[in-house]
């Protein structure tokens, strides 16, 4: 796994030894980012359940702002670390362990508004509608904010999640991705 593009395009992104951590494969994220390049330019985003910090690091290299990695596998806070490093991304990195509600609780007390959300859970655990309902509850999303959900094309999401709007879905094989706003 590589950064596609921008500042540190073409680092090489450290994996995971084992199969509980499922990183966005490269045709996936190109994909994301193509549909996304115009929100990116000096953005806030969140990398929730950020595994390797794949999605944050490649929207840090082609010019947000600041992303937050949020993980409850130590595994995956060590593996994030490793990579914010590896890229220099620190300045602009801010890792939070713990599950997703302490993560988002966070985000909210540190008064932060974000531009983008990159949400992939493990699948098949119902947690999509929870993350959308914190989100709003937290008034976290920013006034011209996106959330992008990468789940699995057999797990449908609803057009509207806790009042935010599906307005794209695509697919890629076995991976749907839906984006809210």
Not at 2 to 21: D, Q, S, V, Y
Not at 36 to 54: K, Q, R, S, W, Y
Not at 65 to 73: I, M, P, R, T, Y
Not at 81 to 104: H, T, Y
Request: proline share 3%.
């Amino acid at each position: 796994m590589r950064i596609i593009t921008g500042a540190f395009k073409g680092r090489h992104l450290e994996m995971p030894e084992n199969k509980n951590i499922r990183p966005t494969t490269e045709k996936v994220k190109e994909a994301i980012f193509s549909i996304i390049a115009a929100n990116l330019e000096d953005a806030v985003c969140v990398d929730l359940f950020a595994g390797t910090g794949n999605l944050g690091l490649e929207a840090l290299s082609r010019g947000a702002e600041k992303c937050f990695f949020g993980d409850n596998s130590k595994d995956s806070l060590a593996l994030i670390k490793r990579n914010v490093e590896m890229c220099r991304a620190q300045e602009w990195s801010v890792i939070i362990p713990g599950d997703f509600v302490k993560v988002l609780k966070r985000i909210y007390e540190k008064g932060e508004k974000i531009d983008i959300f990159f949400l992939d859970p493990p699948y098949k655990k119902g947690l999509y509608e929870k993350c959308f309902e914190l989100i709003r509850e937290y008034d976290l999303l920013a006034e011209e904010g996106i959330i992008i959900a990468e789940h699995n094309v057999c797990d449908v999401l609803a057009n509207e999640l806790s009042g935010f709007e599906r307005i794209k879905e695509r697919t890629y094989g076995t991976v749907a991705i839906s984006i809210y706003g």
